[in-house]
Each structure stands twice: as C-alpha cells, then as structure tokens.
C-alpha cells in the first residue's frame, strides 16, 4: 500500500521560508518520478516542482523558478520542496504525488496535503 504524507506547512510572512517534507512508504523514492503541486480555493491543481527518478533531474512550474527547489532523501525515503521568497499569491493547499507506470499504465499516487498560507 503506498502513502505520501506531507508536513512543513504553516502560515509565513512574505519573503520568508518554508520547506514541505513528503515521507512515502510502500514504495522507495528513488524509483519513481515525484513532484509537488498546489491548488487553491476554486482553482485547478498546478504542477509546482518534479524530480525525475534517475538522475535527479528537477523541473519547476515559472512562477517558482529561482525561489523553490526540489530534492530527495533517499535515506529518509522523503522529497522536500524548499520555499523561499514567499509570496501572498503561493498560498495554496500543497500536495506531493507519486507517478508509477507499469507496461504503460499510470497510477498516480496523492498525500492528503499541508496548507501554506504567505501573508502579506
């Protein structure tokens, strides 16, 4: 059974500092494709931040380019999301996923979210 559990968040200031942890078990972190996403009140979930399986390749959504940064724990089996320069407008619900293809079918796995709130 796979769970992603997410912690880290909490109210900030702008331009302050947050870092989102997602702790996986049934599945090793490493082997996967992981990514962080957001969705606010009315709003579509977004790709935030993604970490390739192999590698360590790292991808972003523009509007945290340069501000958030995306890693691996394979000790600890968790993917972080650091945030810095918090803006009012990154507050959202924040969601880790886990993407697993077996022969060419895609599940995609979901913790239960953490809320960051940036106030102004």
């Known amino acids: 059974q796979v769970q992603l559990v997410e912690s880290g968040g909490g109210t900030v200031q702008a331009g302050g500092s947050l870092r989102l942890s997602c702790a996986v078990s049934?599945?090793?972190?490493?082997?996967?494709?992981m990514g962080w996403y957001r969705q606010g009140l009315g709003k579509e979930r977004e790709f935030v931040a993604g970490?390739?399986?192999?590698?360590?390749?790292?991808s972003y959504a523009d509007s945290v380019k340069g501000r958030f940064t995306i890693s691996r724990d394979s000790a600890k089996n968790t993917i972080d999301l650091q945030m810095n320069s918090l803006k009012p407008e990154d507050t959202d619900i924040y969601y880790c996923?886990?993407?697993?293809?077996?022969?060419?079918?895609?599940?995609?796995?979901w913790g239960q979210g953490t809320q960051v709130t940036v106030s102004s």
């Open positions: 996923n886990l993407l697993e293809t077996i022969v060419y079918v895609t599940q995609s796995f």
């Open positions: 049934g599945r090793t972190v490493s082997s996967f494709d």
């Open positions: 970490i390739s399986a192999s590698g360590g390749r790292t």
